[in-house]
Nanobody, 122 residues
């Protein structure tokens, strides 16, 4: 069972930047993608970004152009560089190490980490 561990969250002012890291222990299937979701209070969990083992990326519409996902296959680690942060980016960010990407369909099937809180003040 793959267990992701997130780190790097915190409090930042609007317009600032943060970098999140996710390290996944256990066997990672090369056909899977890894990525980030977020959940704000009272809202559903939503996709932030995903990256396949081949380096293809997907982004949620609200973060396109501001966030960048990258990965290190050898370390089973993914990173999320978040720039130009907005108060609406405030959420708990979760990593998932077993994401299936098939065209426009993206489904997270793996275990969730405990998440890391990102708070953006106005």
């Amino acid at each position: 069972q793959v267990q992701p561990v997130e780190s790097g969250g915190g409090l930042v002012q609007a317009g600032g930047s943060l970098r999140l890291s996710c390290a996944a222990s256990g066997r990672i299937f090369s056909t899977n993608a890894m990525g980030w979701y977020r959940q704000a209070p009272g809202k559903q969990r939503e996709l932030v970004a995903a990256i396949t083992s081949g380096g293809s990326t997907r982004y949620g519409d609200s973060v396109q152009g501001r966030f960048t996902i990258s990965g290190d296959n050898a370390k089973n680690t993914v990173y999320l560089q978040m720039n130009s942060l907005k108060p609406e980016d405030t959420a708990v960010y979760f990593c998932n190490a077993r994401i299936i990407v098939a065209g426009d369909t993206i489904v997270a099937l793996g275990s969730w980490g405990q998440g890391t809180q990102v708070t953006v003040s106005s």
